[in-house]
Nanobody, 126 residues
């Protein structure tokens, strides 16, 4: 079964950038839809971005559109989330997840995703 490990989180000032990495092992995710979600303290987990197996179909939450970019390197079994112009409201634990049932379409619903990483903390100071 696939294992997902996120990295790249940390503390950054508002306006700064971070690049999150989600590395998969144990099985290939190269043709599967992958997503990033986040959960802030006291809030429900929310969709951030997702892309299909080829990377040709991408979706973003309105709150991050134009600032975040999701990408993947199928040769490395890895998905990335480039986060620019960070805001304090982006502070959360960020999770990557794989949707075993989709290769072309992209879901924004967390219940559609089958396996999750342990998360990486992103803190944006004002």
């Amino acid at each position: 079964q696939v294992q997902l490990v996120e990295s790249g989180g940390g503390l950054v000032q508002a306006g700064g950038s971070l690049r999150l990495t989600c590395a998969a092992s144990g099985d290939t995710v190269s043709r599967k839809t992958m997503g990033w979600f986040r959960q802030a303290p006291g809030k429900e987990r929310e969709f951030v971005a997702a892309l299909n197996g080829s990377g040709g179909n991408r979706k973003y939450a309105d709150s991050v559109k134009g600032r975040f970019t999701i990408d993947r390197d199928n040769a490395k079994n890895t998905v990335y989330l480039q986060m620019n112009s960070l805001k304090p409201e982006d502070t959360a634990v960020y999770y990557c997840a794989v949707d075993y049932h989709r290769t072309q379409s992209v879901s924004t619903e967390d219940y559609e995703y089958d396996r999750w990483g342990q998360g990486t903390q992103v803190t944006v100071s004002s």
